[in-house]
């Protein structure tokens, strides 16, 4: 009896996806609950496990190819099932061998289409396979002056064809990921639908910086080896300054404004694949602890590529920390819908006058964007002083004040 491997249903935000990457091939055997393939959707990378052990028989979609949601992918031959013939079929052509390896047909168009040699690929698939993958990353070699004999022949046979000149600049064509075209899309209609401006301060951070360095052995030892860090301290700021301000916790949705009773608060993860936002649900009710242990959490599933579409789906506001690549002062992009983002940065010591004299301190620029459709420049201020004195007097956001 054969178990149809079906694509996972989508939600309504994602409508369709592109299988990126087959891990068994017609023939192989199969574990239950074993990883079979991945599909990239604008959103996230979906794996698809095996519905059963057994044998898997056909493939009925290639890498590349659009997979809408259910549809089949492939089929598998149950362990204990009748006997009957293995049946290895493709969705396409058959691997085909090139030298001493197996090259999979998406990877053989491909390399036809760049005019690579695949013979100067290595195959990272199953037995050596020559996936797509593999085309896509591949850099040509530089060849030594000490070259073999073949490849001094092959020197000999393209001495006719024109030759790159030492100093000439080299480029490199590579379609875009679905997830970074999706990327580029949102962020392009932003700047189109949203009258986005930003507004900027500055924050003495030596109180959170020696509250952290007090704590720090004492608050890892009671929370099981969770680290005190800086964004657990900035989300309970923010759910206290969006208390006070909820129009900046809001959102637009036609005619209407829609103000949200709760704080949904979205940290920019940045990935090998793009930037996605996981949403901490609920921030209001989370403890520092849970605020740190969670963002840890995510940054790991982040960049396994592990996150889930609900852990990334809404949020009524978002924090970005471009301070962890040295950004001393950036303006950040809204995450539409929402009307507002603030923007963390490096910090940096500086020449402070405190009480008519210059002392140095660790100080931190701030930015936040917001639509100025929604929020006033008077509110957004406002909005960011309350952040500002939260964090330089961190007894605040625990007595709420």
Request: net charge negative; hydrophobic share 40%.
């Amino acid at each position: 009896m054969a178990t149809e491997i079906k694509a996972p249903t989508y939600p309504e935000s994602v409508q369709e996806g592109t299988l990126a990457t087959w891990h068994k091939q017609p023939g192989d055997r199969v574990e239950r609950d074993e990883l079979i393939v991945d599909i990239e959707t604008d959103k996230v990378v979906l794996e698809v496990v095996a519905p059963a052990s057994g044998t898997l028989l056909e493939v009925l979609k290639a890498e590349g190819d659009i997979v809408l949601s259910n549809e089949v992918l492939a089929r598998i031959e149950e362990v204990g099932a009748a006997a009957s013939p293995v049946k290895v079929t493709t969705a396409s052509e058959p691997d085909q061998q090139v030298g001493d390896a197996l090259v999979n047909p998406a990877a053989k168009k491909l390399a036809d289409e760049r005019d690579i040699d695949l013979s100067q690929v290595s195959g990272t698939g199953k037995g050596g396979r020559i996936t797509k993958e593999d085309v896509v990353n591949f850099t040509p070699a530089v060849v030594p002056a000490s070259a073999s004999a073949p490849a001094a022949k092959a020197e000999a046979e393209a001495a006719s064809e024109p030759r790159m000149q030492e100093g000439e600049r080299v480029e490199r064509r590579v379609p875009m990921t679905r997830m970074r075209a999706r990327i580029a899309e949102r962020l392009l209609d932003v700047t189109q639908t949203t009258a986005s401006l930003s507004t900027f301060n500055e924050v003495d951070m030596s109180a959170m910086m020696s509250l952290r360095k007090q704590y720090q052995d004492e608050f890892t030892k009671m929370h099981n080896g969770t680290r005190l860090g800086f964004m657990g301290l900035f989300v309970k700021a923010a759910v206290e300054a969006l208390k006070r301000f909820p129009l900046v916790n809001s959102s637009i949705d036609g005619s209407d404004i829609v103000y949200h009773g709760y704080q949904d608060i979205g940290v920019a993860v940045s990935t090998e694949r793009g930037l996605v936002v996981p949403v901490l649900r609920s921030a209001e009710n989370m403890s520092i602890a849970t605020i740190e242990n969670t963002i840890s959490a995510y940054a790991g599933k982040a960049r396994d590529g592990k996150l889930t579409i609900d852990e990334m789906t809404g949020g009524t506001f978002t924090i970005t920390n471009g301070g962890v690549y040295g950004s001393l002062l950036s303006t950040p992009i809204l995450n539409a819908p929402q009307a507002a983002i603030l923007g963390m940065h490096k910090i940096q010591e500086r020449p402070m006058a405190v009480n008519g004299e210059v002392v140095i301190r660790p100080m931190m620029y701030l930015a936040l964007s917001y639509d100025h459709r929604l929020i006033d420049g008077k509110e957004a201020v406002q909005f960011l002083v309350v952040i500002k004195q939260l964090i330089e007097d961190p007894a605040k956001i625990l007595l709420e004040i």
